[in-house]
């Protein structure tokens, strides 16, 4: 069963960045397109950003020129670096296969806030 542990959210002011990490079981992340998604409270789950197994990328509109996905076959992680980040981009994030996620993990929590 694959499993998925996010990490590196946290308390931001608005207009700063975290680096977010996701560690896959296995070896999907060398596998499959990975994406990044995200819950804000009170909405439905929503996808952020995605990669192919090379290095193809795509952004939701909310969060391009802002966000960055990359990932590390040798290690098994995908990443998302988050600069200029907004209020508006409170939420749970979670990563997880494209376009068809599995099990989701616990997420981490990312809130930007003065």
């Known amino acids: 069963q694959v499993q998925f542990v996010e990490s590196g959210g946290g308390l931001v002011q608005p207009g700063g960045s975290l680096r977010l990490s996701c560690a896959a079981s296995g070896s999907i992340v060398s596998r499959y397109a990975m994406a990044w998604y995200r819950r804000a409270p009170g909405k439905q789950r929503e996808l952020v950003a995605r990669?192919?197994?090379?290095?193809?990328?795509n952004y939701s509109d909310f969060v391009k020129g802002r966000f960055t996905i990359s990932r590390d076959n040798a290690k098994n992680t995908v990443n998302l670096q988050m600069n200029s980040l907004k209020p508006e981009d409170t939420a749970v994030y979670y990563c997880?296969?494209?376009?068809?996620?599995?099990?989701w993990g616990q997420g981490t929590q990312v809130t930007v806030s003065s």
């Open positions: 990669i192919t197994t090379g290095t193809k990328t």
């Open positions: 997880n296969t494209w376009p068809t996620p599995g099990n």
